[in-house]
């Protein structure tokens, strides 16, 4: 058990060790998701009824498509420098190079909304920091990079990856998008947790049917992928 977790953190150390000497991904992420929140903030007139109805939807569109850029470089890495076939070589499990990968794109993820947090208090007058909406968004985000990790691998040797990413990943990640919405409308409002739970009920299966399905079918498509590449070379 103790070796399980050890290698899941250190491929998660090694996306977190690249990114720290490039800082590509996260500049990229915050960059886009703040201009985002920005224009929005100039696109209609913020009077607190329109804001009650309109900043939640808002704040996970930013989220969203940050998150989308930052898991177009997930596997681009290993792609570009022709080391897919390194990750298979571990002594380990498929499942394990998977949620190492899910680790390092979760953080990322909770990085910039650590960031974008403030930001979008500042610029909507909410108050966001409350504990239910750190539930949401830590659920929220564990199943969207649940399922963007399977997805980036699988767009990563397409043509054009940063339009088929976001293509295949959208409709099937809409459920838990909706529900985050919904339940930070509910968090906004002050509303109560009986209130948040169905949307919450949601969001915690999305997570445990797709975290554990993405686990079996990443080892499948990791060995299809380095199949792949080598027939490229």
Known sequence: MNVFFATIFAVA??????????????TAVLTFALVSMVIFNFAFEPTPKIIAIVAPGILWVAITFAGILGLNRSFSMEEENESLEGLLLCPVTRDVIYFGKLLGIFLFMLVAEAVLLPVF???YNLDVFDIG??????????GFAGIGTLFSAIAVNTRSREMMLPMLLL???????IA????TRI????????EIGRWWQLILAFDVIFLIASS???GFLLVLL?????KHR
Do not use: H, Q, Y
Request: one cysteine or more.
């Open 13 to 26: 150390w090694k996306d977190i060790l690249l990114e720290l000497r490039t800082k590509n991904v996260i």
């Open 121 to 123: 208090a500042i610029l």
């Open 133 to 142: 909406m750190l539930v949401i968004m830590i659920l929220t985000t564990l």
């Open 171 to 177: 409709p099937i990640a809409s459920p838990i998008i």
């Open 180 to 183: 985050a919405v919904e339940s």
């Open 187 to 194: 968090v906004l409002d002050g509303g109560t947790w009986n």
């Open 216 to 218: 079996f079918v990443f």
């Open 226 to 230: 380095c199949a792949i590449e080598l």
